[in-house]
Nanobody, 115 residues
Framework: QVQLVESGGGSVQPGGSLRLSCVAS????????MGWYRQGPGKQRELVAT???????NYADSVKGRFTISRDNAKNTVYLQMNSLKPQDTAVYYC?????????WGQGTQVTVSS
């Protein structure tokens, strides 16, 4: 049974930081491209960041320089370090694992940035 379980969401003031984690089970984690997506209120789900098995990263323009994606293959875990958070970063953040045409999603974790 495949599971992607996110944690680390919460409420933070503008300018603050959060670190999201996603633990994967039931997959060969090392061969999967891992990523984070988000869906804000009334918006479509959008890419935040991805990290391939070869350590290539891709970031949405809106988060470049503020967010960092990383992975620990020994722990089957992908992280998203979020700094300098803005109110527009408020969204449900989803972990994604992709290998060729196979796609898995976590259940999401809420991030709220508000003063």
């Amino acid at each position: 049974q495949v599971q992607l379980v996110e944690s680390g969401g919460g409420s933070v003031q503008p300018g603050g930081s959060l670190r999201l984690s996603c633990v994967a089970s039931g997959i060969n984690f090392r061969i999967f491209t891992m990523g984070w997506y988000r869906q804000g209120p009334g918006k479509q789900r959008e890419l935040v960041a991805t990290l391939t098995t070869g350590s290539n990263t891709n970031y949405a323009d809106s988060v470049k320089g503020r967010f960092t994606i990383s992975r620990d293959n020994a722990k089957n875990t992908v992280y998203l370090q979020m700094n300098s958070l803005k109110p527009q970063d408020t969204a449900v953040y989803y972990c994604n694992g992709r290998y060729i045409t196979t796609n898995y999603w976590g259940q999401g974790t809420q991030v709220t940035v508000s003063s």
